[in-house]
């Protein structure tokens, strides 16, 4: 039977960039002529997606898939944990929700997952000849090395040999690698054949020293310093640069960052007008006066709604509802443009609130989750929008409430609200957003905006691929990959 070589990029700590050398390790390999796939045992992401089989997996194995040239499969993530609290989590085995766990409970439980984690990955090692393992956090958090199965753990079950990264733009990358191996178990340092710097800027000459005095204390090479490199490609980390308020462009699109803000990728095409700024506000006084406002998706409606409301927020956006700016909710942002949200199960805390009272829908929520594909063409819209008619669109719904929402689009006025996550993924629909926005400004749209999203992406992938593999000792790389452990 078919075994795959694997290799696992661990990382100092969350953010070292982890989840991008991945892509780019599987582009690199895939380029080589390889068949290839990502996994990672465990993520804990609020970004998710539904796969062609209707089952949900974290964003991060989505776009390694693709820079991978394959079909996601949530046997890529077997388990994904998306945060309710700021101590528990919904968890999702094999793509389908097994329950909220407080972290304590989870902590003892997850032993119990090893047998799925298992055959996820043996079953993608039987059908491929490389695959690429991402690590979580950092494998020298102590109080959390018992029993684990995302770092070192997942490392001895495939029997991996590990890439440590490190985050030089963060400062202390020295002392984060040194520190990491120190912490770790004599056969654990074992498994950690080569080190890397990530997000190195300026002139690599000047680390030269460095890097040979971290070789003799580790006693393992360097595999090479990565640049900073700017690519447009989705990340799901809540560290994530889109998350900030940027400088206003022509048009301003304003997207509220709820506190458990998911999906928040499915914005993305708005970045890529040179035009256009897609701002993530968390105040009234970063919010301004856009253009459009969306409401995004959102692991626990009911409880950001209340900090929309306590924030001030939910005011301003009536009032700019009010004097005909576009708002547009995506999945959660739709439930709380709603009249009302109950909870008679307790799926969210229970209770029922009052909505914004913008869309005419009420939203029941019950422990029962829709996932599905769907796709279509836009039909029916007035307004602003009303471009948008004729253009198809594909995308996925993941949602605890159900609203009798029955068309893609729900429209009320300047009001538009949807249940699909990547609705403006398609070519041609956020051309015709931006067109619509620039039209009610008085403002030209340049037809040289338009492009071919999917082969933008493949441009994105192979920058990435590109870079890394001239920054990697590629020879290194492949030499650990044959060897093992």
């Given at each position: 039977?078919?075994k795959?070589?694997?290799?696992?990029?661990?990382?100092?700590?969350?953010?070292?960039?982890?989840?991008?050398?991945?892509?780019?390790?599987?582009?690199?390999?895939?380029?080589?002529?390889?068949?290839?796939?990502?996994?990672?045992?465990?993520?804990?992401?609020?970004?998710?997606?539904?796969?062609?089989?209707?089952?949900?997996?974290?964003?991060?194995?989505?776009?390694?898939?693709?820079?991978?040239?394959?079909?996601?499969?949530v046997?890529?993530?077997?388990?994904?944990?998306?945060p309710?609290?700021?101590?528990?989590?919904?968890?999702?085995?094999?793509?389908?929700?097994?329950?909220?766990?407080?972290?304590?409970?989870?902590?003892?439980?997850?032993?119990?997952?090893?047998?799925?984690?298992?055959?996820?990955?043996?079953?993608?090692?039987?059908?491929?000849?490389?695959?690429?393992?991402?690590?979580?956090?950092?494998?020298?958090?102590?109080?959390?090395?018992?029993?684990?199965?995302?770092?070192?753990?997942?490392?001895?079950?495939?029997?991996?040999?590990?890439?440590?990264?490190?985050?030089?733009?963060?400062?202390?990358?020295?002392?984060?690698?040194?520190?990491?191996?120190?912490?770790?178990?004599p056969?654990?340092?074992?498994?950690?054949?080569?080190?890397?710097?990530?997000?190195?800027?300026?002139?690599?000459?000047?680390?030269?020293?460095?890097?040979?005095?971290?070789?003799?204390?580790?006693?393992?090479?360097?595999?090479?310093?990565?640049?900073?490199?700017?690519?447009?490609?989705?990340?799901?980390?809540?560290?994530?640069?889109?998350?900030?308020?940027?400088?206003?462009?022509?048009?301003?699109?304003?997207?509220?960052?709820?506190?458990?803000?998911?999906?928040?990728?499915?914005f993305?095409?708005?970045?890529?007008?040179?035009?256009?700024s897609?701002?993530?506000v968390?105040?009234?006084?970063?919010?301004?006066?856009?253009?459009?406002?969306?409401?995004?998706?959102?692991?626990?409606?009911?409880?950001?709604l209340?900090?929309?409301?306590?924030s001030?927020?939910?005011?301003?956006?009536?009032?700019?509802?009010?004097?005909?700016?576009?708002?547009?909710?995506?999945?959660?942002?739709?439930?709380?443009?709603?009249?009302?949200?109950?909870?008679?199960?307790?799926?969210?805390?229970?209770?029922?609130?009052?909505?914004?009272?913008?869309?005419?829908?009420?939203?029941?929520?019950?422990?029962?989750?829709?996932?599905?594909?769907?796709?279509?063409?836009?039909?029916?819209?007035?307004?602003?929008?009303?471009?948008?008619?004729?253009?198809?669109?594909?995308?996925?719904?993941?949602?605890?409430?159900?609203?009798?929402?029955?068309?893609?689009?729900?429209?009320?006025?300047?009001?538009?609200?949807?249940?699909?996550?990547?609705?403006?993924?398609?070519?041609?629909?956020?051309?015709?957003?931006?067109?619509?926005?620039?039209?009610?400004?008085?403002?030209?749209?340049?037809?040289?905006?338009?492009?071919?999203?999917?082969?933008?992406?493949?441009?994105?992938?192979?920058?990435?691929?590109?870079?890394?593999?001239?920054?990697?000792?590629?020879?290194?790389?492949?030499?650990?990959?044959?060897?093992?452990?």
């Amino acid at each position: 039977m078919k075994k795959a070589k694997p290799i696992m990029v661990q990382g100092t700590m969350s953010n070292a960039g982890k989840s991008l050398l991945c892509a780019a390790l599987c582009r690199i390999f895939r380029q080589d002529g390889y068949s290839v796939a990502p996994f990672k045992s465990q993520n804990m992401a609020l970004n998710s997606y539904i796969t062609s089989e209707g089952l949900e997996m974290g964003r991060a194995q989505v776009v390694q898939a693709e820079a991978a040239g394959v079909e996601p499969s949530v046997l890529m993530n077997p388990i994904l944990l998306k945060p309710t609290t700021d101590v528990g989590s919904q968890v999702i085995v094999n793509g389908e929700v097994r329950g909220n766990m407080p972290a304590a409970d989870y902590f003892r439980y997850k032993k119990e997952l090893i047998p799925d984690i298992l055959r996820a990955y043996d079953t993608l090692a039987s059908q491929n000849d490389i695959i690429v393992i991402e690590g979580a956090g950092s494998p020298a958090e102590i109080n959390l090395k018992a029993d684990d199965i995302v770092n070192m753990g997942m490392a001895k079950m495939a029997r991996s040999p590990v890439l440590l990264v490190g985050d030089i733009d963060r400062g202390g990358v020295f002392a984060q690698l040194y520190g990491t191996v120190a912490l770790l178990e004599p056969e654990e340092r074992r498994m950690v054949k080569a080190t890397v710097i990530n997000k190195f800027r300026g002139d690599v000459s000047i680390l030269a020293p460095g890097l040979d005095q971290l070789r003799d204390l580790v006693k393992i090479p360097c595999a090479g310093v990565v640049p900073y490199v700017t690519v447009d490609i989705d990340d799901e980390d809540s560290l994530s640069e889109r998350l900030t308020a940027g400088a206003r462009r022509e048009i301003d699109i304003a997207v509220i960052s709820l506190p458990r803000i998911s999906n928040f990728t499915d914005f993305s095409p708005f970045s890529r007008f040179s035009t256009v700024s897609l701002r993530y506000v968390k105040n009234v006084f970063e919010l301004g006066n856009p253009d459009m406002i969306i409401l995004p998706g959102t692991k626990s409606t009911i409880s950001d709604l209340k900090w929309l409301r306590q924030s001030g927020l939910e005011a301003r956006i009536l009032k700019e509802a009010s004097r005909g700016v576009p708002v547009f909710g995506i999945c959660g942002g739709l439930q709380m443009l709603g009249n009302t949200l109950s909870d008679p199960e307790g799926t969210e805390g229970g209770g029922e609130m009052a909505g914004m009272g913008l869309l005419p829908v009420d939203t029941v929520f019950s422990k029962d989750k829709t996932r599905a594909r769907t796709r279509g063409e836009f039909s029916g819209l007035a307004g602003v929008f009303s471009g948008l008619n004729g253009l198809a669109f594909s995308g996925y719904e993941i949602h605890m409430g159900k609203s009798g929402v029955n068309a893609p689009v729900l429209e009320s006025g300047n009001v538009y609200g949807s249940y699909i996550h990547g609705l403006f993924d398609e070519n041609g629909v956020a051309e015709a957003v931006v067109s619509a926005l620039c039209e009610r400004r008085g403002l030209p749209f340049d037809p040289e905006a338009v492009f071919d999203l999917r082969e933008y992406k493949e441009s994105q992938y192979e920058r990435l691929a590109k870079t890394v593999r001239e920054a990697l000792d590629m020879d290194l790389i492949y030499k650990i990959l044959e060897e093992g452990i």
